[in-house]
Every structure is written in C-alpha cells, then in structure tokens.
C-alpha cells in the first residue's frame, strides 16, 4: 500500500509539460533566477518540453536575442571567482565545466581573468582570509595545520607546485612538507 501510495504522488508531481510560449516563460523565469549555460538551459528545457524540437527552438532564440551567451557567462563568472572568492583557475575550470561550458569556452575566459594575477601573491591573500582568526604561523607550525592548509589550497584550484612554493617560505621547518611533495599535482584534478 505505501509502494503505490509512493508512486501515485511521484506521477501527481510530475509537471505537465510545456509548449511554445510557455516553454519560452519558464525559459525566461529560470534565466532571471541566475544566469545559466547554454548546455544547463538545454537539459532544463528538455526536461519540461513537451516536444525536443520546441526546447532547441527557445534556445535558438534566446541566444539570437543574448539572453543566452556562454563566453559572456565564462567571463564574468571567472572574473568573479576571482575577486570575490579568490579561487585558484584549476577551481573556476572546474565548476565552469560543470555547468556545461565548452571547454575552449572555459579556459579563454579563465585565462583573461587571470592574465595579471601572480598566483602566489593569491596564494597568500587566500590564506590570510582563511587564517585570520589564527596567526598563521601558529597553524604552519605542526603537520596537522600544514597538511590541512595544503588541502584547502588544493581545493580552492591552486596548483600543486604553486602550493608547495608558498607554503616552503612560509613553513619554519622543511620536513613538514615532506609528505606533501608526492602529490601527483593537476594530473589529479
């Protein structure tokens, strides 16, 4: 009884599906929410469409009109990460991608937002934000806190090398970093 409860209420869930100018509202609705790629847009669309045709059709028109650019998006969402988070390029590629952006798209973009940008000197910034409570030198002064910086690094998209530069002029004792040098870099990521 509880099973076909179950999948009654899946199937009374299920939104009807969508033709022409209500297919190019809900569009439109989902585009004034945030900006999307061409590719999120399209799996959206197609999920609610009542024909394929009718969601390439609002996707034509929407990029005709500019509502829907990927290099626009790319660039202002690098140039963003940037500023804001002051995330690493690996990161922003990463969650560019993950929203369906070309990659030749994705890395045009990363690379302009971060043609000026000294890596190390972002390095640095990023972990003053993230250590402001505690003095870092505190945190870099036992493998726990080194290893555990080394992490947020890596995951905030800093390259491995870059990483491993920073943190040995900023690391009293080398041996500390010893576990940390075998990481295989980018390959990984």
């Not at 999948?7 to 599906?17: G, H, I, L, Q, V």
């Not at 505190?138 to 080394?150: F, H, M, Q, R």
């Amino acid at each position: 009884m509880l099973q076909s409860y179950r999948s009654r209420m899946k199937s009374e869930r299920r939104p009807r599906p969508l033709e022409g100018q209500a297919l190019l509202d809900y569009a439109l609705r989902a585009l004034s929410a945030r900006a999307h790629s061409v590719g999120e847009l399209r799996e959206k669309l197609h999920r609610r469409a009542a024909r394929a045709e009718e969601a390439e059709a609002v996707i034509r028109r929407l990029r005709e009109q500019g509502y829907l650019d990927d290099r626009r998006l790319a660039e202002g969402y690098a140039v963003l990460r940037l500023e804001n988070e002051g995330l690493g390029k690996i990161r922003v590629l990463y969650e560019l991608r993950r929203r369906r952006v070309a990659p030749a798209v994705a890395e045009r973009a990363v690379d302009e937002a971060y043609r000026h940008v000294d890596e190390s000197e972002l390095i640095l910034q990023f972990l003053r934000r993230k250590y402001r409570k505690t003095p870092l030198e505190t945190v870099l002064s036992e493998p726990k806190g080194v290893a555990a910086a080394y992490r947020r690094l890596r995951a905030a998209g800093f390259g491995a090398a870059s990483v491993l530069g920073v943190l040995r002029r900023l690391v009293r004792d080398p041996e500390l970093l010893w576990p940390l040098e075998d990481d295989p870099g980018e390959e990984s990521r």
